[in-house]
C-alpha cells in the first residue's frame, strides 16, 4: 500500500489550503481514512477521519469547523480542505489507512498504513 500525500505550503494565517492523499495498493474505497499532523517536538495528534463511504466523519476539536475531509472513491483519493488557518495548524500533515471500512478513531495506533507527510506552514 502506498500513500503519497501532497499539497502543503506557505500559507497566511486565515487563508486556506487543500491537501490531497492518493492511494494505491489496496481497495481504497473498502477502508477509512483518516489526517494526523505533527509540529516540532510535539507528539502526532488526529485531525480528521472519514468512513468508506464519506458518509461519517470525526473531527479533532481544533480543527472542527474550519476543516473538511472528504474522499473521491474514482480516484483513490482523500482531502484535507483547510480554512481560516491558524499558526498553532503548522505541522507536517500525514494521511493513514485504516484497518476497516467505519474506523474513525482519533488513535493513531490502530491505522495500517501512512504517508510520507506533506508540510504546512502558516505565518502569522
Known amino acids: 500500500v502506498q500513500l503519497q500525500a501532497s499539497g502543503g505550503g506557505l500559507v497566511q494565517a486565515g487563508g486556506s489550503l487543500r491537501l490531497s492523499c492518493a492511494a494505491s495498493?489496496?481497495?481504497?474505497?473498502?477502508?477509512?481514512m483518516g489526517w494526523f499532523r505533527q509540529a516540532p517536538g510535539k507528539e502526532r495528534e488526529f485531525v480528521a477521519a472519514i468512513s468508506w463511504s464519506g458518509t461519517r466523519t470525526y473531527y479533532a476539536d481544533s480543527v472542527k469547523g474550519r476543516f473538511t475531509i472528504s474522499r473521491d472513491n474514482a480516484k483513490n483519493t482523500v482531502y484535507l480542505q483547510m480554512n481560516r488557518v491558524k499558526p498553532e495548524d503548522t505541522a507536517v500533515y500525514y494521511c493513514?489507512?485504516?484497518?476497516?471500512?467505519?474506523?474513525?478513531?482519533?488513535?493513531?495506533?490502530?491505522?495500517?498504513?501512512w504517508g510520507q507527510g506533506t508540510q504546512v506552514t502558516v505565518s502569522s
Open positions: 493513514a489507512i485504516g484497518p476497516t471500512r467505519y474506523y474513525l478513531s482519533d488513535s493513531a495506533m490502530g491505522y495500517d498504513y
Open positions: 495498493g489496496r481497495t481504497f474505497s473498502s477502508y477509512a
